[in-house]
């Protein structure tokens, strides 16, 4: 059966001539880069956090009037090309949030004003949920999507190096070394993400935009070579019930049915892990003598004091539940070190399953990315052996890149010894993937994890935590037909 069905498990299928996974933002940078200097006349993009400071080609060094920052470029292609309308749709996040982004994108509106780029705060969600859609699209021919926002403190390499210059911030700090993930693709579902994207500023601002032009010419980076070729693309949301709209909760089920559909790897990128719904669909696979190995990739810690009581507590009792399950040790919950022990933040959002599936997006393995905040990603489903390597290649070559190793070395492991899992404890001779372990409970912590404090499920909840719990372990129950036995609340 297939995986992805439309109106359920996605909103719609599109094809794409093309399409690419781009790992970190080093590639994503340098691809949005090119694609903007060929965009000729509509540049659309919806993000949980932008700064026009950004800098995509960093050399280590910043100075007045970067060249290279997204704010300056964008403003000049606006002046330079009049019929080039640029739209930037970004969530008016919350002023503790706001705060420690230097209160962007809100300085942003400033950075715009008198230009011709028309930057606007969208807050036309529930109170306590944000936008975390990451969409570009340029000219409809063009669409990127996946976990990575534009801000300058998100670029960095596949090397992860233990120090790099070009991680450096407008106030001559450097950040930490950080891991993402986006899917391009062109053709029809290009022009779908557009549709996604104006339905987005309607709602935001009430204006109507009009769909563009046909115009000449391939936005299409042209250093970055197309992995996939005449594929079927899958889009999925996450859009919370507001204001008369349904909840879609497109990306949850989707999850699940992935979960049911995996014959031998679920593999797992992703920035939290709290959902006890997600979390028991993986836990009756693992029950399963000939289920499928996953391989869960997260941060060590989150970075900050709330998302490390919130969610990484609660990611705690959920991997103490998987390894419950695990009787016959095909689970590993890993996060990713430097060649020098330091953290490297996994921000992105993958999931593959076997070789057959491939999903890029925004949304996180919590309860409010499948209901409560608005999300997107891009999926597909392989239909050919070419496909199918392709898949593969991918998902080997994330696992590789942690690791130092080359995806080739990780087919090759996996080809002599049966598994990804044995794979990876094969070739992590430097242990540059750790075990996540959960963190230490306290008294204030169990209060936290046991109510899913930070962490809703959808409206409903939203203000209710003695609620979400009851729902969602009852939600997970029901998903397997017995108690949730082994989750440390």
Not at 25 to 41: M, V
Not at 164 to 169: L, Q, V
Not at 415 to 431: Q, S
Request: glycine residues 8%; hydrophobic residues 40%; contains cysteine.
């Amino acid at each position: 059966m297939a995986v992805f069905r439309p109106g359920s498990t996605c909103w719609r299928t599109a094809s794409a001539g093309r399409a690419a996974f781009l790992i970190d933002n080093e590639a994503y940078f340098t691809a949005l880069f090119d694609a903007l200097q060929k965009a000729r006349r509509s540049i659309l993009l919806l993000g949980w956090g932008f700064d026009p400071r950004t800098r995509l080609f960093p050399d280590g060094y910043d100075g007045p009037d970067d060249p290279d920052e997204v704010g300056r470029i964008l403003v000049e292609l606006a002046r330079a090309r009049p019929e080039l309308d640029i739209r930037l749709l970004i969530w008016k996040s919350a002023l503790p949030i706001s705060a420690s982004q230097e209160f962007f994108p809100h300085k942003a509106r400033k950075f715009f004003r008198n230009t011709p780029v028309k930057f606007r705060l969208d807050d036309a969600v529930p109170f306590g949920a944000c936008h975390h859609q990451k969409v570009l699209v340029v000219d409809d021919k063009l669409a990127f999507c996946g976990g990575g926002d534009i801000s300058v403190d998100r670029w960095d390499s596949p090397a992860h190096k233990d120090f790099d210059r070009r991680r450096m911030m407008p106030k001559q700090e450097c950040h930490d070394p950080r891991h993402e993930v986006m899917m391009m693709v062109d053709g029809a579902a290009a022009r779908a993400l557009g549709d996604l994207a104006r339905e987005r500023w309607l709602r935001a601002t009430g204006d109507v935009v009009a769909p563009p032009p046909a115009v000449d010419g391939d936005p299409w980076p042209s250093h970055v070579p197309a992995q996939l070729h005449g594929a079927e693309i899958a889009i999925a949301r996450t859009e919370p019930a507001w204001k008369g709209r349904p909840m879609v909760d497109e990306i949850l089920q989707l999850t699940l049915s992935c979960i049911a559909e995996a014959r031998t790897t679920i593999y797992l990128e992703n920035q939290y892990f709290t959902s006890p719904i997600i979390a028991e669909a993986l836990a009756a696979r693992l029950a399963e003598p000939d289920g499928p190995e996953v391989v869960l990739v997260s941060t060590g810690h989150a970075p900050s004091w709330f998302d490390h009581m919130t969610m990484d507590r609660a990611r705690g009792a959920m991997i103490w539940r998987l390894r419950a399950a695990d009787v016959f040790g095909r689970f590993r919950a890993l996060w990713p070190a430097t060649w020098g022990g330091e953290t490297i933040i996994v921000h992105s959002k993958v999931t593959v399953i076997d070789d057959r599936i491939a999903r890029v997006g925004s949304a996180n393995l919590n309860n409010r990315s499948g209901g409560f905040d608005t999300e997107c990603e891009l999926g597909i489903e392989a239909a050919d052996n070419a496909t199918r390597v392709q898949i593969e290649v991918f998902r080997d070559r994330l696992v590789g890149h942690f690791m130092g190793h080359t995806g080739d070395a990780v087919a090759k492991a996996r080809a002599k010894l049966g598994g990804l899992v044995p794979a990876i404890d094969a070739l992590n001779r430097e242990r540059r993937l750790m075990p996540i372990d959960p963190p230490r409970t306290t008294r204030f912590g169990d209060f936290i994890t046991h109510h899913h404090l930070g962490d809703p499920q959808d409206t409903r909840d939203a203000w209710r935590p003695g609620r979400r719990r009851e729902r969602l372990y009852r939600e997970a129950r029901a998903l397997i037909g017995q108690p949730a036995v082994g989750v440390r609340p």
